[in-house]
Nanobody, 118 residues
Framework: QVQFVESGGGLVQPGGSLRLSCAGS????????MSWYRQAPGKERELVAA????????KCVDSVKGRFTISRDNAKNTLYLQKNSLKPEDTAVYYC???????????WGQGTQVTVSS
């Protein structure tokens, strides 16, 4: 059974930082690219960043370039998202899934809420 468990969210002031984690199980983590998505209130879920199987390739949306860094630890079956210089528009629930362009699994975890506010 595929499972994604996201953690690390919280309330942070503009300009602050957070590190999100996603533990994946039920599949061979190192065999798949992984991605972070986010869904803001009233908006559709969007791809934020993606990383290839062994981390050689990464990509992210223009709105987070230079501020967010995606990484992974295949030994721990864990995906990370380092978020710096946070802005109020980064407020959303953040999710992870397998895949580099589209989510591979229809199952989604519970996500982790990130709120950027003063």
């Amino acid at each position: 059974q595929v499972q994604f468990v996201e953690s690390g969210g919280g309330l942070v002031q503009p300009g602050g930082s957070l590190r999100l984690s996603c533990a994946g199980s039920g599949f061979t983590f190192s065999n798949l690219a992984m991605s972070w998505y986010r869904q803001a209130p009233g908006k559709e879920r969007e791809l934020v960043a993606a990383i290839s199987r062994f981390g050689a390739s990464t990509k992210c949306v223009d709105s987070v370039k230079g501020r967010f860094t995606i990484s992974r630890d295949n030994a721990k079956n864990t995906l990370y998202l380092q978020k710096n210089s946070l802005k109020p528009e980064d407020t959303a629930v953040y999710y992870c899934n397998a895949g580099y362009t589209l989510p591979l699994y229809v199952y989604w975890g519970q996500g982790t809420q990130v709120t950027v506010s003063s």
